[in-house]
């Protein structure tokens, strides 16, 4: 149990175009879901923090514009890179929780590519 | 903000041998988690600790939540080529916040 998955695995995209990534619980709902980036050989970095049917919540320095965050069911988050440029390359990973304070499981991550 | 730090930043050690990593913090935890991630995938949790002074083992991984609240230790006895990775230690403030801190994490490498 406890699957989250993310999609698309990896992408790339040309600079100044909009890119869309899904992350979905597949066997549980997630009451809250979570985005993170990360460089290579760092942490994971949180960029928002997204209850469902609530707008999400951003960390200091992460532009709300520029990464969009939907999350329109218990099980579906969706990260929209708007605009993006080649700084925005990164492996982005969501992870998803069931309850408050419990647990979260990580999706695969998705590495994009802007060129 | 909380702040995890992590240590050691990295390890090789031969296969076999066992290892410890530990997290500590400045501000009190009410939950601890242990993830290990391999490279190009997301981390995958490997422990979960919710009360001060649980010690708690999957297989041949055993952590332990610090009686303070300020620290937690993962050991992995027996270490095997495939424990090669990642590990990360990450702490929730209190039981209404879903948000975690994450330390910079432990590079592991294991020599056959």
């Known amino acids: 149990g406890a699957v989250v998955s993310q999609h698309p695995s990896w992408v790339i995209c040309k600079s100044g175009t909009s890119v869309k990534i899904e992350c979905r619980s597949l066997d549980f709902q997630a009451t809250t879901m979570f985005w993170y980036r990360q460089f290579p050989k760092q942490s994971l970095m949180l960029m928002a923090t997204?209850?469902?049917?609530?707008?999400?919540?951003?960390e200091q320095g992460v532009e709300k514009d520029k990464f969009l965050i939907n999350h329109a069911s218990l099980t579906l988050s969706t990260l929209t890179v708007t605009s993006a440029h080649p700084e925005d390359s990164s492996f982005y990973i969501c992870?998803?929780?069931?309850?408050?304070?419990?647990?979260?499981?990580f999706g695969q991550g998705t590495r994009l590519t802007v060129v | 903000g909380q702040q995890l730090n992590q240590s050691p930043q990295s390890m090789f050690i031969q296969e076999g041998e066992d290892v410890s990593m530990n997290c500590t913090s400045s501000s009190i935890f009410n939950t601890w988690l242990w993830y290990k991630q391999d490279p190009g995938e997301g981390p995958v949790l490997l422990i979960a600790?919710?009360?001060?002074?649980e010690l708690t083992s999957n297989g041949r991984l055993t952590a332990q939540f610090g009686i303070t609240r300020k620290d937690s230790f993962l050991n992995i006895s027996a270490s095997i080529p495939s424990d090669v990775g990642i590990y990360f230690c990450a702490g929730h403030p209190n039981t209404n916040a879903g948000k975690s801190t994450f330390g910079d994490g432990t590079t592991l490498t294991v020599k056959p």
């Open positions: 600790l919710y009360k001060a002074g």
């Open positions: 997204s209850n469902e049917g609530s707008k999400a919540t951003y």
């Open positions: 992870s998803a929780s069931a309850a408050v304070g419990t647990e979260a499981f």
